[in-house]
Structures are given as C-alpha cells and as structure tokens.
C-alpha cells in the first residue's frame, strides 16, 4: 500500500477539500451501485490510498478519508468536531477542576441544517429521498427534492461543511480552540504568527497526524492544502517545519491556495504594502518545508481562459473552490494508479506515478525549479480525430496566478492527467486512443516541452449533487461541448450534468518567472531597502533585518533556479 495523509489548512483549503472528498465519495458510490456507470467499476484506480478503514466502538466497519482539517473554531457550522460515525465522544466539560478563579463561557446558538444536510440525515435513517427508484420509474417528489436541494446551495453556503456528504473520523476535524475571529480580520501573517505554538496547539494537532501516519503500511506522501493569503499561513508553516522534521524523508507536495476575498480592491497604500509584504514572506515560507509547491487561486476565475465554459461567481467560494478541488482531483489520479509505471498497459489506466515520482519529476530536473504551474481544461474537448475538433494543449489554461503566456521553454517538463476523454460518437475513448491523440498534439505543436509524462484513466470526473451550477450552456449532459447553446439554461449543475472529460497538467516552466519575481521585488522595495514602509510592519510580525534578508534570500534562489540570468535575482543591495 502506498498511502496519502491529506492536510487540509484554512478556510478556502477545507472548501476545497470538501469538494475534493465529494468527488471520492460519489466514485465510491458509483462503483457499488450495480445500475452505475461501469467505466467506475475498475480496479485500476485503489482508493484505499486515500481512505482508512475503521471501526466504532459498536464494531460498526467504517471507511473515512485519511485526512486532517484544521479550521477557525465554529467553522464546521451544523457538524460536530466528532464527526457524524463516532458518537461517543462527549462535548460536555470536564468534571476535574483545576482552575478557582473567574470562568467566563462562550457558547453560540447551534447551526441548523440546511435542506441538503437534512435529506443526508433523512436518507441514513432509511428513509429514501434522492434520486429513489419506485418500480423502475424515477419518484417525481424526489426529483423535486433534488431541485430543492440545488437551489438550496445556489442561494448560500456559508460553511464548507454544508455542502459536505462525506463521513469523517473524529481525529480528522481539528478546530483551533479560541480562534473565533472572521476570515476577513484573519488576513495576515502576522496575526497568525503564535497561533500553532500557543495552548498546545502544535502538539494536539502534530498527535492527530502521528495517529494517521502510524496506520500507514508504507506512505509515499503528504498532499497539503494550505490557505496563502491570511492568518493560517503561519500556522501551516509552522505544522510544516513539524512534519519536515518528523518525517523528513517523506515528500510533502503543497497546494498554496487563494480564496477569492484575498483578491479584494486595496483602498489605501498601507493596505497594498500589507498584502505584498505578506505575499513575499508567506510563500517564502511555506516552500521552505516541502519539495515542491503549486500556488493555485486566480484574482477573476471568471474572466480567465480556464473558465470558458463555466459560469464562475467570483466573489463565492462555494463556486471557485470547486473549480480547483477538479484539478486536484485529476491531479492526483496518478497516486492511486495500480498499473506499475508508464511502460504498463491496461484497458483502464496507464501513467501510474507517486508523490516522490513526480516531486523528482518537475522540482529534481537539471534545473532544481521546486514551483509548478497547474493548468486545467474543464471540459476536457473530445478527442474526435476530425479536422475541426478542439485541440487538447490549447484548451489548458493556468490556475496559478502571475503566470507568463506562451512562453518557449526548452526545459519544461509535464505531468498530464487526462480522464474520461470523448472519442468519436460521444462514447469514451480508450486509453490508447487518448495517448495517441495526445501524442500527435505534441508532434506538431510550436512550444513543446522537454518531456511529459502523460497518465490515462477512462473514468470521467463525477458531478455530484452538491456540486454549484456551474457549467454553461455549451456543456452536455456527460460533458461533451455542444455545437450550439441550449436554450434557456445559462447556468447547469448536478441535475443537468452527470460527469465530465477532465485534463490537468503541472509543469516547471519559466512562465512561473512573474509570479516569483513580483514577491521577490516587493519584499525588496518595501521590507528591505532603507527606509522601506514595511519594515516596522514586519518587526511587528516578528522579523529581524536578517531574517527578512533570510526570506530574500530564499526568493531569489528561487528566481535563479528558473532563469539564472536575471537582473532582479542579483542583490542589488
């Protein structure tokens, strides 16, 4: 067994994740469901990569992500920090005493289950209510209910939990205990600087890992998402240098993630300073800890090539946050593979890599560049062989900000991951049909890359229920592109798309050059030369002139490593 640990970091990182989970979940359901999709019954994807096996004290067998969440206090909304499987555990306070001075409480009304939430309940209390199937024909209340259910999360989620379908075990769900701020006062380094190292913080939370960890036959990595643009970057440093320390030879492959409030106007020059300044030291920090790094989070995902057949809200997690948990997904296709390597055929999947095959693959190259770009098409264009048919490579488009376009660079290298691709008539292509078109994509391709990996799998990417109606009117019911809109739909979800064709690839490249030199420049211009603005606003985070020289540093080895030759990489000091 090669296991993952999941590590889940921040508000937008659970958001994330809870989507990411949904995904797994509805693969699991459709592989037992004898009436499902049989491209989801294969055994060439092993999900016990990703999820633990248990048991409650009732000798109930349950089967929970491998996963540990850290999250503002109250963030799970209506769920327990127990989770929904183990219901043992008791919140009740202690009945030792060791304290005889003055005791203030704080409690908070519980929050009531949204209509998603309750048909969850209802349905595990045997009472059918989705998608429930009376005599062959489909229940026309149930089909209501599914409607209501999507309009429900349409309207609002306010907790990353509301949407969530997914079983989790007690050890998973971490609240930091007496950290009720709001996300938007939570939003910069400095505020979280003490945060893990305080009240034991670091040790119950490095306890919860150490308890996945030692469940593990043979891990071959940790996968961290970890929110970039506030207080829980600190904290995800910090639980980073643990984890570097504890299980060095262990590969942690990081997801540096952008919600979109974190790209919101700045009204004044302090605002910008605060926010370039904790850009710089953030990523400087959390790439310190881990062997490869992949920023992830776009200031207008609405606007960008990657959603051009999506309607995006901006401004709502619920909708971005499910964009990036697809790529992910298809991301880490490759880690739950069980064909042997790439040289390996099979019917249903080829391309297997692990966590450390890919680390050494894109950050251990001739050129050392530890910073990936993530780029998506969703939908993947089908790979139909006519003259007219979209092309695959140019239908990727970056979720990493900052990122250069088109440029030409001998030294890329690529990780691809294309599922559930469309062949000719609307039925799935086979693996050797994908990397054959594939394959002729790059040979009369104009920028192509040094190497690239290319893993296939036919199992499309699910769309769960609870999934945001997100799609356009381009997108068919199994993802296929439509030639012509459908009227009088501009936005379609679960209901009206059941899976689509997925393709994610990551890449070193020098197109990430921007993104680093602009963290790089700021933190020079405002942190380090004389009489910069920041420099008692970084004092004040708890940073020395040589340790923000230390961050500098950092930057520009890093700038070096993808282009040795530029200017803003020398020390101009």
């Known amino acids: 067994m090669r296991e ?25 359901g459709l592989a037992a469901d004898p009436y499902g999709d049989p491209l989801f019954k294969t055994d060439g994807l092993n999900m016990d990569v990703l999820y633990r096996t248990g048991e409650t004290q009732q000798g109930t067998l349950t089967y929970t992500p491998r996963l540990l969440s850290i999250d503002f206090q109250g963030s799970l909304g209506p769920m327990s920090s127990r989770g929904t499987l183990y219901n043992e555990g008791s919140n009740a306070p202690s009945e030792v005493v060791t304290w005889e001075g003055n005791v203030s409480t704080h409690a908070s009304e519980p929050q009531k289950k949204n209509l998603f939430l309750q048909s969850l309940y209802q349905e595990e209390q045997n009472v059918p209510l989705v998608n429930g199937i009376n005599g062959g024909k489909k229940d026309l209340q149930n089909e209501i209910q599914d409607t209501d259910i ?4 349409d309207r609002g989620v306010q907790f990353w939990t509301d949407f969530s379908k997914v079983h989790y075990h007690p050890q998973s769900l971490y609240e ?16 979280g600087r003490d945060v893990f190292t305080e009240n034991l913080r670091g040790e119950e939370v490095c306890e919860r890992l150490r308890f996945l960890v030692e469940e593990c036959d043979h891990i071959q990595g940790f996968k961290f998402i970890a929110d970039d643009s506030g207080g829980f970057s600190p904290i995800a440093a910090d639980f980073l240098e643990n984890i570097a320390d504890e299980y060095s030879n262990t590969p942690v492959l990081l997801y540096a993630v952008r919600g979109p409030g974190s790209h919101m106007n700045l009204r004044s020059r302090k605002q910008t300073v605060v926010r370039d300044l904790h850009d710089a030291v953030s990523f400087s920090r959390l790439s310190s800890f881990c062997k490869m790094i992949v920023p992830v989070g776009l200031p207008f995902l609405s606007m960008s090539k990657a959603s051009m057949y999506l309607n995006i809200e901006d401004e709502n997690p619920y909708h971005c946050s499910a964009v990036y948990a697809a790529a992910l997904h298809s991301a880490s296709l490759p880690f739950r593979m069980e064909a042997p390597g790439p040289s390996a055929d099979s019917s249903d999947t080829v391309g297997a890599l692990d966590v450390n095959g890919i680390v050494q693959m894109l950050a251990g190259q001739s050129r050392q560049n530890m910073v990936a770009i993530l780029d998506i098409a969703m939908p993947a264009p089908g790979m139909t062989g006519r003259q007219d048919a979209k092309s695959l490579l140019g239908n990727l488009h970056p ?8 440029m030409d660079d001998l030294q890329a290298v690529e990780s691809m991951t ?3 691709a469309i062949g000719s008539e609307d039925h799935r292509a086979s693996v050797s049909e994908v990397k054959n078109a594939i394959n002729a994509e790059y040979e009369h391709a104009i920028l192509r890359p040094m190497f690239c990996h290319l893993s296939v799998a036919r199992c499309p990417l699910p769309i769960p229920l609870p999934f945001p109606s997100i799609f356009g009117n381009l997108v068919g019911q199994h993802g296929e592109l439509l030639g012509s809109p459908i009227l ?5 979800g679960s209901l009206d798309v059941h899976s689509i064709p997925m393709a994610a690839r990551l890449r ?3 197109a990430i050059l921007p993104f680093l030199e ?17 420099t008692e606003l970084l004092r004040s985070w708890g940073f020395g002139r040589d340790e923000v020289e230390d961050i500098g540093e950092t930057l520009s080895k890093m700038v070096k490593a993808v282009n040795p030759h530029s200017e803003i990489s020398s020390d101009s000091d």
């Open 518 to 534: 602009n963290r790089l420049a700021n933190l020079r211009k405002f942190g380090i030369e004389r009489g910069s603005l920041g």
């Open 4 to 28: 993952i640990v999941t590590i889940q970091v921040g508000s937008f990182a659970n958001f994330i994740g809870s989507h990411f989970w949904n995904f797994q979940d509805e693969m699991l």
């Open 488 to 492: 009088g739909s501009s936005s379609r």
């Open 150 to 153: 999507v309009k429900c999360l």
């Open 508 to 510: 070193s490249s020098c």
């Open 418 to 420: 294309v599922h559930g």
């Open 399 to 406: 979720l990493t900000p900052e990122v250069a376009e088109d």
């Open 176 to 191: 930091v205990n007496g950290l009720w701020m709001d996300a938007q006062e939570f939003d910069n380094y400095g505020i």
